[in-house]
Structures are given as structure tokens and as C-alpha cells.
């Protein structure tokens, strides 16, 4: 039975797709399934004209981020199963190879696709590189 799972989500149709793969996972009264989603962001520069504003642009980010996460958490939540957000700021796949090294999660299901612009011919670059990298199992819902 899996105890701990990394799910990268970005709010995309295909990351919405994961966490139902995810509920059917941790389906059962017995599951003690953990659940951390993971958003990452990519490192963002203002341009020169918008640094003279006065904006928290990490603060703008990061609550963006959690918004996006607070979604996927609350609807595992709702299932009985416990869910943690995680926000990370970097590259996509480099960051959620990282936190499923550090973290010593079981699986990681992630979508086959995101919100990027960029994507490969049958998964997106992200899924693609986490699939190749990975220390653990990797699901990607279709």
C-alpha cells in the first residue's frame, strides 16, 4: 500500500487528471495515503519598467502558486486523504526530482502534459525529464 505520493499540479487539464488517479489510489478506509502537491514556479524578472512599481512580484507568485494548489489539496482532502501544498521556485522537473529525493516518496503521479508552452511530441518536456530522472516510480495520468 502506498503511503507517500508526490503529485506535481499546475492546474492544467492533464494535472487534474492526476489528482483523480490520485483519489482512486488512496481509495479505502484503511489507506494511509499521504499526498504533498507540489506547484512550481520559474524564476520570473520584471522587466525595467515594472521594478519601478512597488510589488512584492515573489510575494504575487508564491500566493499565486498556493491558490493553484489549494484546488488539488482541498479536493484529496475531501476524499479522506491527507494532503500537504508545497511551492517551490525553479525548474519544474529539476525541483520535483529534488523534493521526491529529499522527501523518499513512493510514487509520483504526475499529468502527461502542463500549462507550458513548449511541450515534446507524446509528453511534455517536464513529465518527460521527472520520468527519466525520478528515484522513485513515476504514474503519468493520460
Known sequence: MLEKILLPY?????????VELVKKLCAGSESRCRVTVMYVL??????????????????????SGQAIVADAVQALR?????????????????????????????????GRRGLGLFGEIVLGSVSHKVLHLAPCPVLIAQ
Open 10 to 18: 499546475d492546474g492544467s487539464s492533464h494535472a487534474k487528471k492526476a
Open 42 to 63: 520559474e524564476p520570473y524578472t520584471p522587466p525595467p519598467e515594472a521594478a519601478a512599481l512597488d510589488v512584492d512580484w515573489a510575494g504575487v507568485a508564491e500566493r
Open 78 to 110: 475531501e476524499r479522506g486523504i491527507a494532503a500537504d501544498p508545497i511551492v517551490a521556485v525553479g525548474r519544474p522537473a529539476e525541483e520535483i526530482v529534488g523534493e521526491a529525493k529529499r522527501g523518499g516518496y513512493e510514487l509520483i503521479v504526475i
